[in-house]
């Protein structure tokens, strides 16, 4: 299974910017998948994730302006970003669990002015 993310660029605070992660097996047969991010020199941590049924879940730092979602025909699953700030900088990763997890190689996402 391989995961690719894409749609990471250099965006001024308030902008917008799309994710994507594209699966070589269908999105649908992980029960979880969620986008991560991780700052230089500190850990990665769970931005948002959403489940085989649909439900979803965000950081407190992100809730309102983040939006996760699955497009079926793509076979992706995206990351709506709005209201940019510069604290969302950082390299933002897909994870797929189904038993095992899967990583991609992440996504640069810099925000600032």
């Known amino acids: 299974v391989q995961l690719v993310e894409s749609g990471g660029d250099l965006v001024q605070p308030g902008g917008s910017l799309r994710l994507s992660c594209a699966a070589t097996?269908?999105?649908?047969?992980?029960?979880?998948m969620a986008w991560y991010r991780q700052e230089p020199e500190k850990q990665r941590e769970l931005v948002a994730s959403?489940?085989?049924?649909?439900?979803?879940d965000y950081a407190d730092s992100v809730k309102g302006r983040f939006t996760i979602s699955k497009n079926k025909s793509a076979n992706t699953v995206n990351l709506q970003m709005n209201s940019l700030k510069e604290e969302d900088t950082g390299v933002y990763y897909c994870?797929?669990?189904?038993?095992?997890?899967?990583w991609g190689q992440g996504t640069q996402v810099t925000v600032s002015s």
């Open positions: 959403i489940t085989a049924g649909g439900s979803t």
């Open positions: 097996e269908s999105i649908f047969s992980f029960t979880v």
């Open positions: 994870h797929g669990y189904r038993g095992v997890g899967y």
